[in-house]
């Protein structure tokens, strides 16, 4: 048995999956169908207990080709119904067992459908999942007393403590892509050169982030957050580029005077998610945190320069407030169904970021134009 507390004082009982221990976190959504492995490892869910709405999670078990990080990242996870069955030819291990070894608790038999309504209109709560005999009166006094994300710095505890190059010694990066037929070794494109230098703030960076990037020739040094603009600059890079990651923005002050030196020393700059948080205040904006988020496969995004129209993947609590911004900066992608910022652009230099993620794995790929759109400003800068 495990149980779900919230810090308003609802409890959730169900059974308990994954790792027999207590952890502590922020409670969120996600509504994908499917990822369940590449959400558990985005860094950018550090500190938060994860509550998927699609009701059976673990079918395709997990496997060592598609983690998004170094290990999972997140506190908790809470689903409707986990599967019995793993069946994935290329599944190494199941869900069960990918927590349990990795020390992350789960929960599984709840009514995710009434927790979803509950955030939705209340906003994320802190919350605890507990596998052992806490009382229910204790758990809740437990999420009441957690610290919560704001004011947080996440950031260093998922970066890489030091700086390395990505596909250094030329390991495939190339999309994957099913046998047909008779041939079980598909016909794979060859990746570019690799001839671009750029520096990437791994902030809590997704590989396939890094992996879209190779693809186009680029050449990352990744450096951890705290790296200096000075120490960045050594690398000689044509481009920066600025990733995604957990926490509060506004406690990462650090970054944000790095960055700035950056962008002012002439580096054509792109950004995601928080690194489109970072650099928003670099540019004068302000963060405040959303009421519950945005977390999901299926967020439309209008580009307002063209009218076009995409639907992303998405995976954060706090939004860029652009009434501080330089007067120089636009505004060129909003979110249809709140009009928060989604993306910004530069009017003269060659600086831009979005907030949700073009490197999408599993999906939705309508975003993946901005990598070539990056090369292309780094080539051309």
Known sequence: MAILALEDGTVFQGNSFGAETNSSGEVCFNTSMTGYQEILTDPSYKGQIVTMTYPEIGNYGVNTE????????????AIRELSTVTSNWRATGSLDEYL????????EGIDTRALTKKLRSRGA?????????????????????????????YAKLVTHEKAFRWNEHDETNEEFSLPQGNKTNPLIKSLP??????????????YNILRCLRRHGFDSHIVPATTTAKEALSYKPAGLFLSNGPGDPAS????????KELIDYGLPTFGICLGHQILGQALGAKTYKLKFGHRGANQPVKELESGRIEITSQNHGFAIDANALNNDVLVNRINLNDETVEGLRHKTKPISSVQYHPEASPGPHDSRSLFSDFKETVTQA
């Open 66 to 77: 598609d983690i998004e990080s170094y290990q999972p990242h997140v506190a908790g996870f």
């Open 125 to 153: 709560l802190n919350g605890i999942i507990c596998t052992d005999q806490t009382s229910k009166e204790e758990a809740i006094n437990r999420a009441i007393d957690w610290h919560g994300m704001l004011g947080t710095d």
């Open 193 to 206: 050169t690799a001839n671009i230098p750029i520096v990437v703030y791994d902030f809590g960076v997704k």
């Open 100 to 107: 349990k070894k990795h020390g992350i608790p789960g929960i």
């Open 252 to 259: 990462m002050d650090y970054a944000v005077k790095n960055v």
